[in-house]
């Protein structure tokens, strides 16, 4: 595990895990139905905070494999995914055959491609950590929501990553580099940590109000299948889900 610090390093930030998510784009495709941390703990906290979705527009923000998609359209949504990964975006596509507009995006940059007011909920699992400044992308959710639209989103818990990163000063926004176990070995993955703060700030400055934000404990499935990381993590939060309105 090793800090980059970012007021120090100068990253161009389209680049943080592109090439570890084109790496594992097959064993995520895979994994992601059961993988605990998703299917236990993360999803049931997230999809918890969803309102109704039938007849509502969705946008996928950092889709991945498509399974979001796959439960929006379920559950009788029109959804649109996006995510910066070429074999994440063929993953999607794959298991959507076709339900749902796939569209390699990055989030770095401007959704221009997208009306506004057009979507009435932009979810966004477990991907905003990958991305260094928050307010053009708050800005841009914003921008492509209906008035009375939602924004529902995870990311990791700043006290998580503080403690085991053993980071110097959890008030900086710093690259965190760690390793992540697969089937076909080691991936190195890059990400963000920042306080609490600077999740909150650039979610208000965009012209949303917060309604809800969850710490999440896992599931009883969770518990069956790894009851020590089970007991870990209802002492020590690992995700943070938040739900978001538009201001009037």
């Not at 989030?107 to 477990?126: M, Q, T, Y």
């Not at 176990?181 to 917060?210: C, D, H, M």
């Not at 939060?237 to 309105?245: C, N, Q, T, W, Y």
Request: glycine share 6%; net charge neutral.
């Amino acid at each position: 595990m090793h800090i980059h610090r970012e007021h120090d390093v100068n990253i161009h930030k389209a680049s943080v895990s592109f090439d570890s998510y084109e790496q594992m784009a097959g064993y995520y495709s895979d994994e992601v139905d059961t993988k605990p941390f998703n299917a236990y703990y993360e999803r049931p906290a997230t999809l918890s905070l969803l309102p109704n979705v039938r007849g509502r527009k969705v946008l996928d923000a950092g889709c991945a494999a498509g399974w979001y998609s796959q439960w929006l359209i379920g559950h009788g949504a029109d959804v649109v995914a996006v995510d910066f990964s070429p074999n994440m975006i063929a993953m999607a596509k794959k298991r959507l055959g076709g339900k749902a507009a796939v569209i390699r995006a990055d989030l770095n940059e401007p959704l221009s491609f997208l009306a506004g007011k057009s979507f009435d909920i932009v979810l966004s699992s477990l991907t905003l950590h990958y991305i260094r400044d928050w307010q053009p992308v708050m800005n841009e959710f914003a921008r492509i929501l209906k008035p009375a639209g939602h924004l529902i989103f995870s990311v990791h818990h700043p006290f998580m990553e503080f403690t085991y990163f053993n980071c110097e000063n959890y008030f900086v926004t710093e690259l965190l580099d760690d390793e992540w176990e697969t089937n076909r070995g080691k991936v190195k993955v890059q990400f963000y940590r920042r306080p609490l703060a600077q999740i909150i700030a650039p979610v208000i400055s965009a012209g949303f109000r917060i309604e809800t934000l969850l710490e999440p404990t896992p599931t009883e499935k969770f518990r069956e299948l790894h009851p020590q990381v089970f007991e870990k993590l209802t002492r020590r939060p690992h995700f943070l889900v938040l739900r978001a309105g538009l201001s009037e």
